[in-house]
């Protein structure tokens, strides 16, 4: 059973910095590409970044580049989302999601439940 786990959300002023980890189990960490999303109040979810399997490659959504970070720790079946100069627009609940299929995959197969990430200005 493929579980993937998201931490480190919570409250932070513009400008602040927080870092989001996922946690996955259940399947071989090092085959699949990692991806966040995001989905604000009232919006539809949207990409945000994503990592290949062996972390050779990312790839970010226009707004957030610059600012945030993916990696991923393939030891500890890991990837995190370093998100710095944090704005009120970035709050959302953040998602990973995992597949195999595709080195950028265009859809993906497993999910986590999401954590809340809120800026205030």
């Known amino acids: 059973q493929v579980q993937l786990v998201e931490s480190g959300g919570g409250s932070v002023q513009a400008g602040g910095s927080l870092r989001l980890s996922c946690a996955a189990s259940?399947?071989?960490?090092?085959?699949?590409?990692m991806g966040w999303f995001r989905q604000a109040p009232g919006k539809e979810r949207e990409f945000v970044a994503v990592i290949t399997r062996l972390g050779g490659t990312t790839s970010y959504v226009a707004s957030v580049k610059g600012r945030f970070t993916i990696s991923r720790d393939n030891a500890k079946n890991v990837v995190y989302l370093q998100m710095n100069s944090l704005k009120p627009e970035d709050t959302a609940v953040y998602y990973c999601a995992a597949d195999e299929t595709r080195m950028i995959p265009t859809s993906y197969a497993y999910w986590g439940q999401g954590t809340q990430v809120t800026v205030s200005s």
């Open positions: 259940g399947l071989t960490f090092g085959r699949y590409a």
